[in-house]
């Protein structure tokens, strides 16, 4: 499900300009935002847009989610309204235990049934935006079968550490470090935190270090952002070819009956190899080689 998906793009869920031109923006997955990007006089319009606006997207060849609001707020009322639209996945916001997908899964499965959707289809995206939630993310990540990602946050996450919002980001490199180990543990893909500032290199520096980190999927919340995010996360022709050479090394080094190889001073074990193959294997699912 989630091959090609890098660029996870919010898009305000009421601004139907917004959410028309959207696909345009090069994004994998976009998420009609029904919480923080849509003012409550606006969530009743947004919803309405559902039905028809996830198989537009879809038949631009973007996975169609959406963010609902909490559920002790107005997010029971989202839920029933967008999943008339059949949503590739539904995030919820600031998800501090099991228990809020627990019962998000109760409603999702209610409403499949309802509505005639096949069972588990929809899956679920939590997203962590309180230190809570990032202690609890292997938790949260195997408490439901339909928990395939997890995203990270930053205002909100950075609010509740009771830490000033930074451009480098130092203040949340726990916190996504964290997110992303415990995500692997659970077999779910990690959804690196926006970069909430206006600027392009600073987004690319943020992805990169998101990258660095093994991160192979970052949100954005604006457009010009989407290009930026999906180049840093696709692997470049230098790479490949670092790829390939490692892999012939190791290759030719084993029919010698050597346990290792040596290229440019690195000592390329198994490791290294599989990590290699790995990247080789993805280019080859992105469709750049």
């Not at 339909?146 to 000033?164: K, N, Y």
Request: with cysteine.
């Amino acid at each position: 499900m989630y091959t090609r998906a890098r660029t996870w793009l919010f898009v305000p869920g009421g601004d139907d300009a917004a959410l028309d031109v959207a696909p345009e923006s090069g994004a994998d997955v976009l998420i009609q935002e029904l919480e923080d990007f849509t003012p409550p006089d606006l969530r009743p319009h947004a919803r309405s847009r559902a039905e028809r606006l996830y198989d537009t997207w879809r038949a631009a060849g973007v996975l169609a989610t959406v963010r609902i609001n909490p559920l002790a707020g107005d997010g029971l009322d989202d839920l029933a309204a967008v999943m008339k639209g059949r949503p590739d996945a539904v995030h919820l916001p600031k998800v501090r235990d099991p228990q809020d997908i627990i019962a998000l899964d109760a409603g999702i499965t209610r409403l499949e049934d309802t509505l005639g959707i096949a069972p588990g289809t929809t899956k679920i995206v939590p997203n962590l935006e309180t230190a809570r939630g990032i202690m609890q993310t292997y938790a949260i990540a195997t408490c439901s079968p339909r928990v395939t990602a997890l995203l990270c946050a930053t205002e909100d996450l950075a609010l509740d550490l009771g830490a000033p919002r930074t451009r480098d980001g130092g203040e949340l490199a726990y916190c996504r470090q964290r997110m992303h180990v415990e995500a692997t543990a659970a077999g779910a893909l990690s959804i690196d935190c926006p970069y909430t500032f206006s600027d392009a290199d600073g987004c690319r520096a943020d992805t990169l270090y998101g990258r660095s980190l093994g991160y192979r999927a970052k949100a954005a919340i604006a457009p010009h952002q989407a290009p930026i995010v999906t180049e840093v996360l696709t692997p470049g022709a230098a790479e490949i070819a670092q790829a390939q050479a490692v892999i012939a090394a190791f290759e030719a080094a084993r029919q010698k009956g050597r346990d290792r190889a040596e290229l440019d001073g690195h000592l390329v074990e198994v490791p290294s190899y599989t990590s290699a193959l790995q990247l080789i294997e993805r280019a080859r699912a992105l469709g750049v080689i």
